[in-house]
């Protein structure tokens, strides 16, 4: 267990799509918001999870189609809403400011956020594939696999909730309030190139 803990650490603290939502939220929308999109990535990684268990994973793996199919949605969204960062408009300095106040996201929405950009990344489903292969057989007890959940679950959450407490500090984004545009647009950047990277990377079809 401790083995599959500090893989899981290892694959979640590692910058990727989750990462820039969570920022993101935290650092242009407000504390609240950020912990909602923790929600959602940490039920994303449930949904993985839970198909991976039933065993429709190995199916996946193993259909070349699916595995195209999957990979090109994808990296579709997150092109696509990097390019929505990407458009973001710089304000005057008090425009920003009443926008700031006015600007908040939905719990929903922030949910949505999160959830949408862990389950459309198609490196955690072959790392939530790969990494549940090697610890789980038939042989492995409900329990066991149960706990196994657990700690992915868990790990998640707290990693995703301290990125989001930390970029949410109101001393941090007082400092980062006349940036948002730019938080926006390398953030949006960032996602546009993950895309890219993994529309582009072979033998993942």
């Known amino acids: 267990m401790i083995t599959l803990l500090v893989i899981q650490l290892l694959g979640v603290m590692s910058p990727g799509p989750d990462f820039a939502v969570v920022m993101r939220n935290s650092l242009v929308h407000t504390r609240r918001a950020a912990i909602f999109t923790v929600f959602g990535v940490t039920c994303g990684d449930l949904l993985h999870m ?11 793996a193993k259909t070349a189609w699916l595995l195209t199919f999957l990979k090109y949605i994808g990296a579709g969204y997150l092109i696509y809403i990097g390019i929505l ?27 949505r956020s999160g959830f949408f ?26 329990m066991v696999i149960a706990i196994y959940v657990a700690i992915i679950l868990v790990s998640t959450f707290a990693w995703f909730l301290i990125v989001a407490i930390f970029f949410s500090n109101k001393h941090l984004i007082s400092f980062f309030k006349n940036f948002q545009h730019i938080i926006e647009r390398v ?15 072979k033998g993942n079809s």
């Open 117 to 142: 950009t862990n389950i459309t990344n198609f490196k955690a489903m072959l790392f939530f594939i790969g990494l549940f292969s090697g610890f789980i057989t038939p042989e492995v007890p409900n």
């Open 187 to 201: 953030t949006g950047g960032f996602l546009i190139l993950l895309g890219l990277k993994i529309l582009f990377t």
């Open 85 to 111: 960062g990407i458009r973001t408009k710089k304000h005057s300095a008090d425009y920003a400011e009443k926008a700031h106040q006015h600007k908040v996201l939905s719990d929903f929405k922030a949910f």
């Open 50 to 60: 839970t198909y991976i268990v039933l065993g429709l994973g190995v199916i996946i």
